[in-house]
């Protein structure tokens, strides 16, 4: 009987606690001017190496605190899923987020719609806030960066949950150098043009 005692230790001591569920995403976003505004794309991976769904995705926030700095126009939403603009506490301190949730929120939820593991769903928004702005540090609180995010398994608040911060697409940096790298060709194109011209005499 001690013997079978013993190995059960040993058995537990090799076996090890069980893996948790987890997710894992890859997320990422672009800005395109439509004239007026810009026009926000957001794509979410729920990566092959998750072990769960994606119910929620609430961008530009944290619990407490909404990151964006106006409201957006516009909010586009995949199939099924249903888009709040959130800005909780209303003050003048805090920011605006956007909060999908698939089927809705409450008994709505339809855990059918939710991103399975290896599959993405795209997300939108029209803001008049630049990508500068967009992509950089928010304005609010201890200036996180704006594209902070989570998701959670289910319905806000339930399931597992991740904290992650959605990556611009190009980096704000290579959009900087390609604006100078126009500038430059510009610039060299006119400077041949003028040397070509004749000579008047």
């Known amino acids: 009987m001690k013997h079978f005692g013993l190995w059960a230790v040993v058995l ?9 569920a987890a997710i894992i995403v890859d997320s990422t976003i672009s800005a395109q001017f439509n004239g007026t505004s810009y026009d926000y794309t957001i794509k979410l991976t729920n990566t092959a190496a998750s072990t769960v769904n994606i119910g929620t995705f609430w961008f530009a926030w944290i619990p407490g605190q909404d990151y964006l700095k106006t409201s957006p ?3 586009t939403s995949p199939t099924g899923w249903v888009a709040a603009i959130t ?17 809705g929120t409450g008994a ?10 290896g599959n993405s769903l795209t997300f939108g928004f029209q803001s008049t806030d630049t990508p500068a702005e967009v992509f950089g540090n928010s304005i609010f609180f201890n200036n996180p960066p704006v594209l902070t995010s989570f998701v959670y398994q289910g319905a806000p608040f339930s399931g597992e949950s991740l904290q992650f911060v959605v990556r611009a ?7 900087a150098l ?4 126009a500038l430059g060709v510009a610039g060299a194109t006119w400077r041949r043009k003028r040397s070509r011209r004749p000579v008047e005499g």
């Open 12 to 20: 537990i001591i090799l076996i090890g606690p069980a893996a948790r």
């Open 73 to 75: 126009i516009s909010v």
């Open 87 to 103: 800005h909780v506490p209303n003050v003048a301190t805090n920011g605006y987020a956007i909060q999908w949730v698939a089927g």
């Open 108 to 117: 709505a939820f339809n855990p059918g719609l939710a991103i399975t593991p």
């Open 169 to 175: 697409v190009p980096e704000p940096s290579s959009l």
């Open 178 to 181: 390609a604006g100078f790298g």
